[in-house]
C-alpha cells in the first residue's frame, strides 16, 4: 500500500498543524519526516548551538508523535533523493507539508522537490504558514489577509494518527557527526513545545506587565520579552496560536477589570505591543516570500558598490568578540554570544554600528549574527540587515550613537560592567565612553586605555559623519529614488509602526 509523508521542516509541533491534520483526514499510513539536510548543515548560516536546539525539538516531537501513534523518521541527505528513495521502496501517494520561507538553499530545494514531485506523479500539497502569503499579488492585501489567518479556529491536535511503516530511522544527528565545531554557547533556553507553552505562559501570566516599556533596555529585556521567539523560528509554536492566546488573556483581563479585581494597565498596552510584533514578525518574513534574493542582495540596488569593495576584515573580527572600545557594543556581543539572544533594539545598534561606523558591507555581519541568533528567522534577518545599513531606500536612517545608547538603556552601566568586567572600576559618567578618562583617571579607576581595554577601533564624531554624508549622498541620487519607489510598492509597509524598530 502507498504511505503518505508528513515532511516536517520548521514546524516541529502537532497542534495547529495543517498537514498533519490532512494526513489523519486522508487515513493512509504514514511516514513523519525530518531530514537534516547536508546543504543547510553545512550552511554559512548554520551553528552548533542551532543543532542543539533543533536536536530537543525533536526530542519531545518524537515523544508526542509516538504519544498519538506514530514514529518520527530521522533522514540524513538530500533532497528529493530521500523522497526518490522512499518513494521506491514504499510508493508515495502525497507528500503533506507547510509552506516555507527560509534561506536560499531552502528555496532551492523546494523548487527540486516540485520537479521531482511532478516528474515520479506525487502530489505535494503545501499548507499556508503563519502570515506569509505565497504568491501574493498586492502587498496592500497583505494586512487583511494575515487579520483573517489570524482569526480562523486553530487546528486541534490529532487523537490518534495513521500509523507509520517501517521504515529506517537515524538517531539523533550530533554535531562532531555533522561536521560541526564544539558548542560555545551556554543558552538560557532549550528546545521544545513544552518549553515553548511554559515562555509564553509566564510572559502572558507575569513576565510581559512592562513589556512595552522595557522591551528595548539589556537590563529589563530579557526578563520583560516573551522569549518566544526560537519557538516560533523551529514551528514549537505557531503565530496564530499565539496570537490567539495573548488575545485570550486580554479578554480574561479586560473581564477581571471591569469586576474590580485591580487589573495593572500596563497589560494592555504590552499586549497590544506583542500582538503588533507577531504581525511585524509576518510581515518582514514576507519581504523575502517575495523577493528571495533579499538575503545575499541588496532591495534597492542603487546601493550596490557602496561599501562592497571597503570590508576591512580587522574591524570585522573587533566587532565579532566585542572588543571594539565601545562599551555597550561589546556589552551587547558579548551577552549574545554567551547565550545566543538579544534583545531588538541592541541587535539593531550592532548591526547599525557595523553598516556604519565600521562601514562594512552588510553580508558578512550578518551571517555572523545569524549563527548566534537562536531565534534567527531568515526573513527577519536579512530584512533587517539591510533595513540596519541603509540599504533599502526606504526606511530611516538611524546610526546609533553607542554612547547615547548606553545613557538611555544602561544609565549606571550595570549591562555594560557584566559583560565587560575590565570596566568594573570605572565611574558612571565615564562607562559610556571609558577612553575620555585622563591618564590619571584610567590609573586611578583601574583600566588603561588601549592595555586594559581597546582604545576605540574607529573615532565615533568621525566615522558617524562620514557614513552621514556617504549614505544620504547614495540615498539622494536620481536612480535610488528611482529604485526606492519600486521596493516601496513590492515591500512597504502599509502600517507606519510596522517599520519602527523601537517598539
Known sequence: MAVQIVWFRRDLRTADHAPLAAAVARGLPCVYLFVYEHEQLAAEDFS??????????????????????????????????VFETLHREHGIAEIHAHEETGN???YQRDRRVRAWAKAASVRVTEH???????????????????????????????????????VHSEPLLLAQQAGLPAQQLRSSQAGGRDEAAAWLQSFLQTRGLNYRSEMSSPLTAAESCSRISPYLAFGCLSVRETV????ATLVRLRQEQQDGLGVDPAWFQSLASFESRLAWRCHFIQKLEDEPTIEFRNVNRAFDGLRENEFRPELFQAWCVGQTGYPMVDA?????????WLNFRMRAML???????????WRQPALY?????????????????????????INAIRIYSPARQAADQDPQGDFIR???????GVPDEWIAEPHRMSRMQQDLFGCRIGRDYPTPIVPHEIAFRSAQERIFAARNSLIARQQSSRVYQKHGSRRRSLNDPGR
Open 48 to 81: 552548533t548551538a542551532q543543532l542543539e536546539f533543533l536536536n530537543q525539538c525533536l526530542t519531545q516531537l518524537v515523544q508526542r508523535l509516538q504519544q498519538l501513534g506514530g514514529r518520527l523518521t530521522l533522514k540524513i541527505g538530500r533532497l528529493p533523493d
Open 104 to 106: 536560499w538553499l531552502s
Open 128 to 166: 499556508p504558514s503563519n502570515g506569509v502569503v505565497r504568491r501574493l499579488r498586492d502587498r496592500d492585501e497583505w494586512s487583511s489577509i494575515w487579520k483573517q489567518r489570524m482569526r480562523r479556529p486553530l487546528i486541534p491536535e490529532p487523537r490518534q494518527i495513521p500509523p507509520s511503516p517501517d
Open 244 to 247: 490567539q492566546t495573548a488575545r
Open 332 to 340: 551587547c556581543m558579548r551577552f549574545l554570544r554567551h547565550g545566543g
Open 351 to 361: 548591526m547599525s554600528f557595523a553598516a556604519y561606523h565600521l562601514w562594512l558591507h
Open 369 to 393: 549574527l545569524a549563527r548566534l541568533f537562536l531565534d534567527y528567522e531568515p526573513g527577519i534577518h536579512y530584512c533587517q540587515c539591510q533595513m540596519q545599513s541603509g540599504v533599502t531606500g
Open 418 to 424: 557584566r559583560w565587560v568586567p575590565e570596566l568594573e
